[in-house]
């Protein structure tokens, strides 16, 4: 049986909160609203039914409450939120929200002890591995990733200043793991493709989303028909048949590399490559071509342009 030993405390409802009683909150700019991100950090239980926003709501932070499962929870173990404010056992990489005193299913109300203290092993459980499809926990510090076959991926939002770093350490089966950013700063990817062991994305939670602080590329990104290049890929590979037209975002952090080669032509060939270029003169390209087997140009990302650094039988236009 639930019991609640604690006296709430009284905040404004940042929405319709009547059907979340008993469910984590958390505080955000505008007040009290449900937890809604697996593993989030959450700053109570939602302990009274207010229809609208403004209106206040009871937040239990201590001693004893109750909250609603979400899943099994043995008792005593340590619990976290899901995506719906419900309690789901902790997993490495997310926040410890509360401490079951009882064992629960999804939909039972159990008792609750807040956490008293922080465990010493917090800052080693921040490097946290993730082989299944899924969600990312949003409060490792490092996650080793395992890409096997075409797997997809999502990272929701973060605390800000939060620095995150997914490192691809295994791919296998002809890897294709993508992740799904939820909320990407200004127009940055919102989607990235991890394809071989060594590439590295590192983000930053801003109020704006994340952002990338950092890449490290690796493997080869191998084109045939039109389309973008995968920035993570150190090197560029494309065929011309006939007229090809082929794409290269902006770079994302100074120095950042790309290697095109072309390895192959048949037809009448013309393979455009459409990117903000810099030659080797200094002039600005917005393309170059190359119609030949073993043409390519070696750049590097100055912070505004992909720079030439070294090129064979390729013209810029």
């Given amino acids: 049986m639930a019991t609640i030993d604690s006296t709430p405390v009284s905040l404004d409802a940042a929405a319709d909160l009547s ?30 039914k207010p ?24 008792k005593g173990g340590k619990i976290t939120t899901d995506a719906n404010g419900k309690a789901v056992a902790h997993t490495s990489g997310y926040h410890v929200n509360g ?44 996650v080793l990733l395992s ?10 939002d973060g605390d800000v200043g939060h620095e995150l770093t997914i490192d691809c350490v295994a791919a296998a089966n002809t890897p294709l793991g993508t992740v799904t950013i939820n909320d990407a700063y200004g ?10 062991v060594g590439q590295k994305l590192t983000l930053r939670m801003t109020s704006g989303g994340w952002k990338v602080i950092g890449l490290q590329q690796a493997g080869t990104d191998l084109r045939t028909t039109d389309g973008a290049f995968n920035p993570l890929c150190s ?26 080669v072309c390895t192959a032509n048949s037809g009448t060939p013309a393979g455009t490559i459409t ?20 043409d390519y140009a070696h750049c590097v990302w100055t912070g505004s ?13």
């Fill in 99 to 142: 401490v079951a005193l009882e064992a629960g299913v999804d939909g039972k109300f159990i008792s609750v002890l807040a956490p008293f203290a922080v465990a010493p092993t917090a800052e080693a459980e921040s490097v946290v591995a993730v082989s299944a499809p899924g969600a990312i926990p949003v409060t490792a510090s490092h």
């Fill in 235 to 260: 090197l560029h590979t494309f065929e011309v048949a006939d007229t090809k037209a082929y794409s290269l975002a902006d770079g994302l952090v100074a120095g950042q590399l790309a290697t095109f």
């Fill in 275 to 294: 990117a903000s270029f810099r030659t080797l003169a200094g002039a600005t390209s917005a393309s170059f071509s190359a119609n030949a087997s073993g």
């Fill in 187 to 196: 127009s940055e990817p919102t989607s990235w493709v991890f394809t071989a």
């Fill in 147 to 156: 890409v096997d076959g075409t797997d997809a991926f999502t990272l929701a």
């Fill in 19 to 48: 059907a979340k009683l008993y469910r984590f909150g958390k505080m955000t700019s505008t007040g009290i609203n449900v937890c809604s991100v697996l593993g989030e950090r959450a700053d109570g239980v939602i302990g009274s």
């Fill in 51 to 74: 229809t609208a926003v403004g209106q206040a709501v009871a937040l239990y932070q201590d001693r004893i409450f109750q909250v609603e499962c979400g899943g099994s929870i043995d």
């Fill in 305 to 317: 342009k992909w720079q030439a650094l070294v090129i064979n039988s390729v013209t810029f236009a």
